[in-house]
């Protein structure tokens, strides 16, 4: 599935805004995005498995903050973060 | 001779062949908070980075060849999956490599919680130091859950003897200095004769708040720490600290974030007092940027101001000040105003070697 990737991550994904990864969860997505980007799942998640602050995930239109829900293969998945701060 | 400056937008690295003329170049880690960057002065071209942003999670950029080339730690600093208490390490405050007959060893420092890490391939994979992180003490030692540190609670000025790779110091802010003599599985508080006046106890075994740690390297046994109650000296196997911030001026007091000492003389240590009165402004006092050097291990103290501004309103904070190896030694300071002042004759005077750079958080010599 497609996946968005926001600015401060692009530095581990080469710079694409969008990349494809696989995983029936969000969670076995995101383990995947980290075997093809090495360190991003750290960024985002924090060892507990949970999504750090700030972090949103968005399945569609619908946004999701338990890993374990459920993605399909025509699911277009947005990785966003906060860039509030100064 | 070259700088390593951590600040709240990126890192720079500031070089100079007479430690007159310097040069600043780009950025690293453009817009990262670089908490502390510190190069391994056992092999002369490792450097460890400590960066977050303001939302991802912490981690320890790495470079074998002295910032030529960087990557990222495979496995960062964390606790482990399943902790028992929930933990998330938030930052990597405080990096210090280990004991010199340990090669690509070091120590992170985390802020917060207060956990204490460990790596033993140059920085490249950590793990948590459990003889800290899981002591039976350690929620009683640590501000835990609750943090009482405006800025969050640090786990600071890890120290490794260089006699003995098992006997180990830090620091809590808050919490105190803590001591280990089995690599990292016991440990005990160290703050006998450290004022705490703003804990109701009086005496109290821990719950202070140093501010920096140093251990002089020829003279291992010999302590100094700028603490949020004052400035100490601890010989050991003494254990109680000794207010040497007392012989400090009344009007300048002893308060401040950093101590640094000179390399080859253990007598010899600066400070750069701040105003610890009313709201605590932790701006130097009165407006007027001042550095404080002993000679005498904090017998008598002497202000060296030249060259800095007559008024300014800046902070130094703890990992900002620094020196170097030369002779005479060069004493370094950044400022959360985003300037870098240096002395290339241990004091004496100062020039402004960089501004307008991001507020800094540390200053190294590499």
């Known amino acids: 599935m497609r996946v968005r990737i926001p600015t401060p991550l692009r530095s581990y994904t080469h710079q694409q805004p969008v990349v494809d990864a696989e995983g029936s969860t969000v969670s076995d997505l995101l383990d995947d995005l980290d075997r093809r980007f090495p360190g991003i799942r750290f960024r985002m998640v924090d060892e507990q498995g949970r999504l750090r602050q700030h972090m949103k995930l968005w399945i569609g239109q619908d946004a999701v903050t338990d890993l374990s829900t459920s993605v399909s293969g025509s699911d277009d998945v947005t990785i966003m973060q906060a860039l509030s701060g100064g | ?366």
């Open chain 2, 1 to 366: 001779m070259r700088l390593l400056v951590g600040t709240r937008k990126g890192l720079w690295a500031i070089g100079s062949d007479d430690r007159r003329a310097w040069s600043v170049g780009e950025p690293l880690f453009f817009g990262q908070i670089i908490q502390h960057a510190v190069a391994d002065p056992r092999d002369g071209h490792t450097v460890l980075v400590a960066t977050s942003t303001g939302h991802l999670g912490p981690t320890v950029m790495r470079s074998p060849d002295g910032g030529s080339t960087w990557s990222e730690a495979s496995k960062p600093p964390a606790f482990p999956a399943g902790d028992r208490l929930g933990r998330a390490l938030k930052t990597v405050f405080w990096l210090s490599p280990g004991n010199p007959d340990e090669a690509g060893t070091w120590y992170a420092g985390g802020a917060s919680p207060q956990g204490l890490f460990r790596s033993e391939d140059g920085g490249d994979t950590w793990a948590p130091v459990s003889g800290w992180n899981d002591h039976p003490q350690w929620e009683t030692w640590c501000e835990w859950p609750e943090e009482n540190t405006p800025d969050g609670s640090m786990l600071h000025s890890v120290i490794v003897d260089p006699r003995d790779a098992d006997h180990l110091y830090l620091g809590l802010s808050g919490g105190g200095v803590f001591e280990s003599s089995d690599g990292g599985t016991g440990w005990a508080p160290l703050n006998k004769g450290v004022a705490a006046d703003f804990l109701p106890e009086p005496d109290p075994e821990f719950g202070h708040d140093p501010h920096t740690v140093r251990m002089h390297p020829l003279m291992p046994d010999r302590l100094y720490q700028q603490n949020h109650c004052g400035i100490y000296r601890l010989d050991r196997p003494e254990e109680r600290w000794t207010r040497i911030g007392d012989n400090m001026p009344p009007a300048i007091g002893d308060i401040g974030f950093p101590i640094e000492l000179h390399p080859r003389d253990p007598d010899t240590a600066w400070v750069f007092p701040m105003d610890g009165t009313d709201v605590w402004p932790r701006t130097s006092v009165d407006g007027r940027p001042v550095a404080y050097v002993t000679r005498d291990a904090g017998v008598t103290w002497s202000p060296q101001s030249a060259g800095l501004p007559e008024r300014a309103w800046f902070t130094v904070k703890r990992q900002a000040m620094t020196t170097d190896p030369g002779d005479p030694v060069g004493v370094y300071f950044g400022t959360t105003c985003g300037e870098l002042w240096g002395s290339a004759d241990e004091g004496a005077s100062w020039t402004c070697i960089a501004r307008h750079l991001p507020e800094i958080y540390s200053v190294e010599a590499a």
